[in-house]
Nanobody, 122 residues
Framework: VQLQASGGGLVQAGGSLRLSCAASGRTFSSYAMGWFRQAPGKEREFVAAISWSGGSTYYADSVKGRFTISRDNAKNTVYLQMNSLKPEDAAVYYC????????????????WGQGTQVTVSS
């Protein structure tokens, strides 16, 4: 599975962005998908995850109520809608695919995209 993240950019605090992650291959619908982020000088952290069917989702406490993960298996794409953005949300965002049902743990993801930069101005 190859993953291509897009949709990052510069936004003012309080604004919104929608990230997309397009996957290659015909087995996309069998993978759980996740979004992670990494700010300069910090470790990569979990943001959100969604099961293969879309029926289960997980969120980091820091984004709960502001971010929404979704997927369209017909388009082999997972999305991260980010609302009410804060300066502390600025980071490189990565999408990843896991053979597990759903997980928050980076080590349980099998494939990673290249990342897309999100910058939030205060």
């Amino acid at each position: 599975v190859q993953l291509q993240a897009s949709g990052g950019g510069l936004v003012q605090a309080g604004g919104s962005l929608r990230l997309s992650c397009a996957a290659s291959g015909r087995t996309f619908s069998s993978y759980a998908m996740g979004w992670f982020r990494q700010a300069p000088g910090k470790e990569r952290e979990f943001v959100a995850a969604i099961s293969w069917s879309g029926g289960s989702t997980y969120y980091a406490d820091s984004v709960k109520g502001r971010f929404t993960i979704s997927r369209d298996n017909a388009k082999n794409t997972v999305y991260l809608q980010m609302n009410s953005l804060k300066p502390e949300d600025a980071a490189v965002y990565y999408c990843a695919a896991s053979k597990r049902v759903i997980t928050r743990i980076p080590g349980e993801y099998d494939y990673w995209g290249q990342g897309t930069q999100v910058t939030v101005s205060s």
